[in-house]
């Protein structure tokens, strides 16, 4: 049962693309909360927003390999790569017994148990995958902070007979630069969008960033046909989405009725810090913003569980 | 002896959570156990002793198949003398007659658990009759099916071709969320149009229920006088079934082995022969003694004595490969997590298969017996079910179809996996759907998925409800398996993974 790697498309660039890198969180095999379908989820280590609420802040930073989580696991999974001169974190996968001490103990947001991947490593794993996917998401972290390895990695999908059917999509926190955008674009199906808040002072006090980009990146990807989702996160007495019910709704109700409006609800789960002190958003709150919204007729994605 | 007899019948009369009909099972179960048991040598007695053969408590004297699946249409056509039934003319009719022959057909638990494929059966009788007509009478006989019948074994087959009756039971069965029947919904890339299959896929979102066959590779398993799937995730010939099932334990074989090599070439063909003795045993009482193939069914030429075969059924298997490497706690060697334990185990169904198409049996299915990885029954303990991935360490469902589709090949008479998705599945069935297509394409025999957060769970392979085994403990059940299902999850710690299917049938004693 060998597979055929992929083929050298006579193509020189895209066999350039296929060298290219990116440090991968995760790969997930079945989820069906990232896009239409069954999808393939690969989550890019590393994000430009420091989000307080944020469920994964594990994936925030980079590592350098200073070796402070080592101490920290109880199954002897961590080393230091002292002998071949590289002194880089060494992430044992066959011992480690996925505790989550390591995530607690590293002072950097970051997590030793990352994996390089070429787009040709990828390529494989997807292959191997494809009779159950519907597509592939790529997520993170900020993804589009290794935007050159997704243009690598979804012009190879795009060009391959064999995976050229599969939808290739983006989760993201909207930064990227228009510049940005129009090297993905043809190579793009569609994208999800975390709109934080609505008015940037709250954008800003959430997640370090104000949010103009994320209404420019929203905007472009409406006129294009490639807006797939805008996601809410609703923090009870911290996100502004239900006092700026009006002027929100009417956004939203100018986007492409093609595009799903997704609420989610803010949990303690992962979150470090602060937001450990706020509210979790319970279903009566939800319900709350969801009727305020659906009578200013937008239809909505609502979470299909409260935890 | 005696005396202890006779307290066991009278704890039974006298236990306040069963049915009258319910204790006349348990007497009868224990009747018959007080018969002498057919005569086997004394390294089967042994083996069974020692748990490593079990003949899945099917009792000393079998006097009726395990199980039986009628030819219905032929049935239906021609009516019965014995029945006293002219053949039906119209929908009711049919619906009546069934009625009628599901109560006089025989099976390990005493209730049919094979209803038949009943689109097929159903649609020459549909006539002009309305979409609602249909539903109406469809609905009413689902009901009656699920108040007098009151066994998740029974089994109601569907598919592969689209029309009126296979969609009008998805829709009720949705609707109506019953533990009984039991669905199978028939698959076939060539004429099942995705639509349905989509349809069917929805209803796993709603229910956990149908469980999606792969239609090519159980025909060609059969001849053209065709299959059904009964009881849980069992394929057998139509007009015949199973006379018995006895099954091996592999994780007690590859105990007694000293390495892999010893497994291989002593421990598993020995076991496999004590098997046929015990196998041998069982058939002849029943084909020789019982004068089971006398009764008007045979007479009447809606069973064949030919179309009969005795089932091998394994389990243990994530144990068994664990074992012989020497992996003795959960980690990404074991079983289903690494490439090297899955190779040992897929070498094992390899062997296994080899045993049973090259040994011939006196009463078989082109005398031989047919491979089965067996589900599991509510009595075992520390034992996987069937060739699958223990509890609680599955990993995600890809990569658990990924790792088992190899031995689904072998399993001629059946094998499933039961796979726990996650309640977000609901918002998005399309990934339901593209799962079951990815894990049909890669040649599994049976999907079927268990969604976290339903009511409905399978504990071994029958459906129970999480809601009836709390009201059980109470004050009985109304269901015959819920019993079985809150003693598999007193015993099996099933719950304590999320909610999920394993498969399987029988019956145990009465407070064994
Ligand atoms: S994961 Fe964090 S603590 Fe561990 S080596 Fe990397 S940066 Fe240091
Ligand atoms: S999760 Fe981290 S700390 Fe825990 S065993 Fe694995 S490497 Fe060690």
């Keep these: 049962m060998l597979r055929v790697l992929e083929q050298a498309s006579g193509d020189p660039v895209q066999q350039m693309k296929n060298e290219r890198s990116a440090t991968v969180t995760k790969i997930l095999n079945f989820s069906c909360v990232d896009g239409p379908g069954n999808r393939l989820v690969i989550f890019l280590q590393g994000c430009n927003f ?16 200073c070796g402070l989580c080592i101490p920290s696991c109880p199954a002897q999974a961590l080393s230091l790569h002292e002998t071949d001169g590289s002194g880089l974190i060494h992430w044992d996968k066959d011992l480690c017994i996925e505790c989550d001490a390591c995530l607690q103990a590293c002072p950097k947001q970051a997590s030793p148990k990352t994996r390089q991947y070429t787009v040709t490593q990828l390529l494989a794993v997807i292959r191997k995958n494809s009779p159950f996917i519907t597509g592939v998401t790529v997520s993170g972290g900020e993804a589009s902070l290794q935007l050159m390895f997704i243009v690598g990695l979804f012009s190879a999908l795009k060009s391959s007979p064999e995976l050229q059917h599969l939808s290739c999509m983006l989760d993201t926190n909207g930064s990227l630069s228009e510049s940005g955008w129009h090297k993905l674009l043809p190579y793009l199906d569609g994208a999800m969008v975390d709109l934080k808040a609505w008015q940037t002072e709250t954008h800003k006090w959430l997640t370090g960033r104000d949010n103009h980009r994320v209404f420019r990146s929203i905007e472009l990807l409406a006129s294009r046909g490639k807006l797939y989702e805008v996601r809410l996160l609703h923090i009870p007495g911290k996100s502004d989405f239900d006092s700026e019910i009006t002027a929100l709704a009417g956004y939203l109700q100018r986007l492409p009725s093609s595009t799903k409006i997704r609420l989610n609800a803010f949990r303690h789960h992962g979150v470090k810090g602060e937001a450990l002190e706020w509210q979790t958003c319970s279903e009566t709150d939800m319900t709350v913003l969801a009727e305020g919204l659906t009578k200013l007729g937008i239809t909505l994605v609502l979470p299909s569980a409260y935890l | 002896m005696q005396m202890t007899c006779q307290d066991t019948f009278s704890r039974i009369v006298t236990d306040a959570s069963l049915t009258p009909k319910q204790k006349s099972n348990y007497l009868a179960l224990e009747a018959e156990a007080s018969l002498p048991y057919p005569n086997v040598s004394s390294a089967v007695s042994q083996a069974m002793d020692s748990g490593i053969i079990c003949d899945m408590f099917e009792g000393h004297a079998p006097f009726k198949p395990r199980y039986v699946l009628p030819d219905y249409a032929k049935y239906l056509t021609q009516g019965s003398k014995y029945l006293e039934l002219e053949p039906a003319r119209n929908l009711d009719e049919a619906i009546n007659a069934l009625t009628i022959i599901y109560h006089h057909v025989p099976s390990v638990t005493n209730i049919p658990v094979y209803l038949g494929r009943l689109d097929e059966l159903l649609m020459p009788y549909v006539a002009k009759l309305d979409d609602e007509t249909i539903y109406n009478k469809l609905r009413l006989f689902w009901i009656m099916l699920d108040r007098t019948l009151p066994d998740a074994f029974i089994h109601v087959n569907i598919g592969p071709s689209d029309n009126i009756i296979c969609r009008t039971i ?71 079934g199973a006379n018995t099932l006895v099954r091996l334990n592999l994780k007690q074989v590859a105990l007694l082995a000293i390495d892999t090599q010893d497994f291989f070439t002593n421990t598993l063909p020995y076991y496999c022969q004590l098997m046929y003795e015990l196998i041998e045993a069982r058939s002849r009482y029943l084909h020789e003694e019982s004068h089971f193939f006398t009764s008007f069914l045979i007479e009447e030429g809606l069973i064949q004595e030919t179309r009969f075969a005795p089932m091998f059924g394994i389990y243990g298997m994530a144990e068994a490969v664990n074992c012989l490497l020497g992996e003795t706690k959960a980690s990404s060697k074991s079983y289903g997590h690494c490439e090297t334990a899955n190779e040992l185990g897929y070498r094992i169904s390899a062997a296994l298969d080899k045993i049973v198409k090259s040994t011939p049996v006196t009463y078989g299915y082109r005398d031989r017996a047919l491979l089965h990885a067996q589900g599991g029954i509510s009595l075992d303990k520390d034992v996987t079910p069937g060739v699958r991935i223990p509890y609680g360490t599955e990993p995600d469902p890809v990569t658990h179809i990924q790792a088992l589709a190899e031995h689904h090949q072998y399993y001629s008479s059946g094998i499933s996996e039961i796979l726990t998705i996650d309640e977000t599945v609901k918002s998005n069935p399309q990934a339901m759907y593209q799962l079951c297509k990815g894990a049909l394409s890669l040649g599994l025999r049976e999907f079927t998925a268990n969604v976290a957060s339903n009511d409905l769970v399978r504990v071994t392979g029958y459906m129970i409800k999480l809601s009836d085994i709390a009201a059980f403990k109470q004050g009985g059940s109304r269901t015959n398996t819920t019993g079985l299902g809150a003693e598999a999850v007193a015993n099996t710690g099933i719950l304590d993974r999320k909610p999920r299917v394993t498969s399987h049938e029988q019956a145990p004693c009465y407070e064994s």
Aim: glycine fraction near 4%; include cysteine.
């Design chain 1, 50 to 65: 420091d989000c307080k609420s944020c469920h994964n802040p594990h994936t925030i930073g980079q590592c350098d390999s």
């Design chain 2, 170 to 240: 998805l829709r009720v069965d949705a609707e109506l969320k019953q533990v009984a029947p039991n669905l199978t919904f028939m698959y076939d890339p060539d004429t099942t149009p995705d639509k349905l299959l989509q349809q069917a896929t929805d209803n796993i979102c709603e229910c956990s229920k149908p469980h999606i066959a792969n239609y090519p590779i159980h025909a060609q398993t059969f001849d053209d006088s065709g299959f059904g799937i009964v009881s849980c995730y069992n394929s057998l010939p139509l007009a015949g």
